[in-house]
Structure formats: structure tokens, C-alpha cells
């Protein structure tokens, strides 16, 4: 069976950090390229961060300089470290999974908020 579980969201202030986590299953998973998305209401979902089977990475510009995605194929899990977060970060985000077509997880929240 084919599944994407997230962990790791949850309430932090401004300022804070917090480290998201994405366990795969049922998928090669070294051969996927993975990534980060994320939708705030009202608004479309949007990329945040992906890295490829060889490990190139690609960020949103709204997000350089303070998230950092990575990979572990050992463990099938891809992981999403966030530092800085600011209120604008404030949303559901998704793991997606993709090599022929996309795969996605359930979602885990994240709320930035003094």
C-alpha cells in the first residue's frame, strides 16, 4: 500500500522552530523526486522545497535561507527543517512524492502565532 505519513506540525511563536518529517511507503522511494508543499486559507497550494533522487535540492524563494529539506533512503523519509518561521508560514503542509505522478500525504499543520 502506497502511503505518505507526515509528522511533526504544530504551534510555534515567531521567531521559532520546527522540523517535519514524511515516512514513505509501498514506493522505490530513492528513485521519487520529494518535496514540500504547503496551503494557507483561501489560498492555493503552493511548492516550498524539493529535492530529487541525486539529492539537488530547490526552495521557494519565500523560504531560502531558513528551511532546509533532506532525504534519508535508508529509511525511506524525506524531512523539512524549519527555522525563523514567521506567521506567513502558517499552513497545511503536504508531502508529495513524485516519479510518474504525484503522490501526496494527508497533511500536517503548521501555525506560527504569538
Known amino acids: 500500500q502506497v502511503q505518505l505519513v507526515e509528522s511533526g506540525g504544530g504551534s510555534v511563536q515567531p521567531g521559532g522552530s520546527l522540523r517535519l518529517s514524511c515516512a514513505a511507503s509501498?514506493?522505490?522511494?530513492?528513485?521519487?523526486?520529494m518535496g514540500w508543499y504547503r496551503q494557507a486559507p483561501g489560498k492555493q497550494r503552493e511548492l516550498v522545497a524539493t529535492?530529487?533522487?541525486?539529492?539537488?535540492?530547490n526552495y521557494a524563494d519565500s523560504v531560502k535561507g531558513r528551511f532546509t529539506i533532506s532525504r534519508d533512503n535508508a529509511k525511506n523519509s524525506v524531512y523539512l527543517q524549519m527555522i525563523s518561521l514567521k506567521p506567513e508560514d502558517t499552513a497545511v503542509y503536504y508531502c508529495?512524492?513524485?516519479?510518474?505522478?504525484?503522490?501526496w500525504g494527508q497533511g500536517t499543520q503548521v501555525t506560527v502565532s504569538s
Open positions: 509501498g514506493i522505490i522511494f530513492r528513485l521519487y523526486r
Open positions: 508529495n512524492a513524485r516519479l510518474n505522478l504525484d503522490l
Open positions: 529535492i530529487t533522487s541525486s539529492g539537488i535540492t
